[in-house]
């Protein structure tokens, strides 16, 4: 497998005093402030990273490859293995840190293996993918009512009509129609874009047969516009092999970028992030400088630039594999699956004005290896999962917060 608020500001200096004791008493007052406001700096750039849950392997799951979404302040996910039937869970996770699962996939038709995440809609009915199981052995799409009773919606066959191993996670529409990629099968083995309606009518949108059509959407969701035009990207395909950007607008398949590795980026993974001019913005796991990943944004004209260049080391990460989230200001935040000062990963922070910062490196006991998209609430905190590490090795969920004052 690829695998804050500023400080109070210092009020003017104090001038034209005509009295000794004045000047005594001011600068008495002033270096009080000044170490108040060192001390509130400080505060103001205060920042706790917490892992907030360490799967153990056994009944509540393990290897959580995809990240979390956010619902009422409980955190929702899934693991690859695990779980009471050994097939992987749908979690829920409290804000105090208590684990509960939804549904524990088995060995019989719904046997699961999920490198998605679930999308939640307004009934609190979960929605997914298993990578296998299903009538065929091919994996399936699936919905969790509330209750955590399981509905099958699509079960994939395989071959050159329908796709296989579904390892990208749902998007929806208005209308609840379900939108996603598989990463194999269809005409030339390179997986295909498919729907899900709402009355469960299957139906493939675009085969990614190679070429100029793409191939291999690797751990992605795709991205959908208020026009109902779809965007993604594939890890091959494109002029060199290396990966696309892709638009689907009624019905007319587009390459928007083709990736041409070396100093460019290459195989593409994780889900995009647009802006409000719909330019979108990534990661590539692979090529740039270093050698090492890069963060890109391509534009609707088909524009790309490099925003940066992972290098790697102690300092940085490398192979860059979740999907990014992005504030109001158009800062962009990420992790790597790789290199920090630890080795095992990193969360990162890539302002819109260039500037990088590397804001966290896992050790390991706290989680390594992240790979899932990114997630960032109301408040500006961070949360995702490791795929491995922790207490047990099996994998976490974690926060990292800025804060004015950290309790």
């Given at each position: 497998?690829?695998?804050?608020?500023?400080?109070?500001?210092?009020?003017s200096?104090?001038?034209?005093?005509?009295?000794?004791?004045?000047?005594?008493?001011?600068?008495?007052?002033?270096?009080?402030?000044?170490?108040?406001?060192?001390?509130?700096?400080?505060?103001?750039?205060?920042?706790?990273?917490?892992?907030?849950?360490?799967?153990?392997?056994?009944?509540?799951?393990?290897?959580?490859?995809?990240?979390?979404?956010d619902?009422?302040?409980?955190?929702?996910?899934?693991?690859?293995?695990?779980?009471?039937?050994?097939?992987?869970?749908?979690?829920?996770?409290?804000?105090?840190?208590?684990?509960?699962?939804?549904?524990?996939?088995?060995?019989?038709?719904?046997?699961?293996?999920?490198?998605?995440?679930?999308?939640?809609?307004?009934?609190?009915?979960?929605?997914?993918?298993?990578?296998?199981?299903?009538?065929?052995?091919?994996?399936?799409?699936?919905?969790?009512?509330?209750?955590?009773?399981?509905?099958v919606?699509?079960?994939?066959?395989?071959?050159?009509?329908?796709g296989?191993?579904?390892?990208?996670?749902?998007?929806?529409?208005?209308?609840?129609?379900?939108?996603?990629?598989t990463?194999?099968c269809?005409?030339?083995?390179?997986?295909?874009?498919?729907?899900?309606?709402k009355?469960?009518?299957?139906?493939?949108?675009?085969?990614?047969?190679?070429?100029?059509?793409?191939?291999?959407?690797f751990?992605?969701?795709?991205?959908?516009?208020?026009?109902?035009?779809?965007?993604?990207i594939?890890?091959?395909?494109?002029?060199?092999?290396?990966?696309?950007?892709?638009?689907?607008?009624?019905?007319?398949?587009?390459?928007?970028?083709?990736?041409?590795?070396?100093?460019?980026?290459?195989?593409?993974?994780?889900?995009?992030?647009?802006?409000?001019?719909?330019?979108?913005?990534?990661v590539?796991?692979?090529?740039?400088?270093?050698?090492?990943?890069?963060?890109?944004?391509?534009?609707?004209?088909?524009?790309?630039?490099i925003?940066?260049?992972?290098?790697?080391?102690?300092?940085?990460?490398?192979?860059?594999?979740?999907?990014?989230?992005?504030d109001?200001?158009?800062?962009?935040?990420?992790?790597?699956?790789?290199?920090?000062?630890?080795?095992?990963?990193?969360?990162?922070?890539?302002?819109?004005?260039?500037?990088?910062?590397?804001?966290?490196?896992?050790?390991?006991?706290?989680?390594?290896?992240?790979?899932?998209?990114?997630?960032?609430?109301?408040?500006?905190?961070?949360?995702?999962?490791?795929?491995?590490?922790?207490?047990?090795?099996?994998?976490?969920?974690?926060?990292?917060?800025r804060?004015?004052?950290?309790?």
């Amino acid at each position: 497998m690829k695998l804050s608020p500023r400080p109070p500001r210092m009020p003017s200096r104090l001038s034209g005093s005509v009295h000794h004791q004045l000047n005594v008493y001011a600068l008495a007052t002033w270096g009080a402030l000044l170490f108040i406001l060192l001390v509130f700096g400080n505060f103001a750039q205060a920042q706790t990273f917490t892992t907030l849950y360490n799967f153990t392997g056994g009944a509540d799951g393990r290897w959580p490859y995809a990240g979390v979404i956010d619902y009422a302040g409980n955190l929702y996910g899934t693991t690859f293995g695990g779980g009471p039937a050994y097939g992987g869970v749908v979690f829920q996770l409290s804000s105090d840190g208590i684990e509960t699962v939804l549904h524990g996939f088995g060995r019989g038709d719904d046997e699961g293996e999920v490198y998605a995440p679930v999308l939640r809609d307004e009934d609190g009915n979960l929605y997914g993918t298993t990578v296998v199981g299903g009538n065929y052995g091919q994996g399936t799409v699936f919905k969790l009512d509330p209750a955590g009773r399981e509905t099958v919606l699509h079960n994939f066959a395989g071959g050159t009509t329908d796709g296989c191993d579904p390892i990208g996670g749902l998007a929806t529409d208005a209308c609840g129609n379900l939108f996603g990629t598989t990463t194999n099968c269809g005409i030339n083995e390179g997986g295909i874009l498919f729907r899900v309606s709402k009355k469960k009518v299957f139906t493939v949108l675009h085969d990614f047969s190679g070429g100029s059509s793409g191939s291999y959407p690797f751990m992605t969701t795709p991205v959908l516009a208020g026009d109902g035009t779809i965007y993604g990207i594939t890890q091959y395909g494109g002029a060199g092999n290396v990966g696309m950007v892709y638009k689907l607008s009624k019905g007319r398949f587009t390459p928007l970028y083709n990736f041409k590795g070396g100093v460019d980026a290459c195989y593409p993974e994780g889900t995009p992030v647009m802006d409000g001019l719909g330019n979108l913005y990534g990661v590539a796991a692979g090529c740039g400088l270093y050698s090492a990943g890069t963060v890109w944004k391509v534009t609707q004209s088909g524009s790309e630039t490099i925003l940066h260049n992972f290098a790697g080391g102690t300092a940085e990460g490398c192979f860059a594999a979740g999907g990014l989230v992005r504030d109001s200001r158009g800062n962009l935040y990420g992790t790597t699956a790789e290199c920090g000062a630890a080795g095992n990963g990193t969360v990162w922070e890539l302002r819109n004005d260039g500037t990088f910062t590397l804001l966290h490196s896992f050790t390991g006991s706290e989680g390594a290896f992240p790979m899932g998209d990114l997630l960032r609430n109301s408040d500006g905190a961070l949360y995702g999962t490791t795929a491995v590490g922790g207490t047990y090795d099996h994998g976490t969920v974690w926060s990292y917060k800025r804060c004015f004052i950290c309790r």
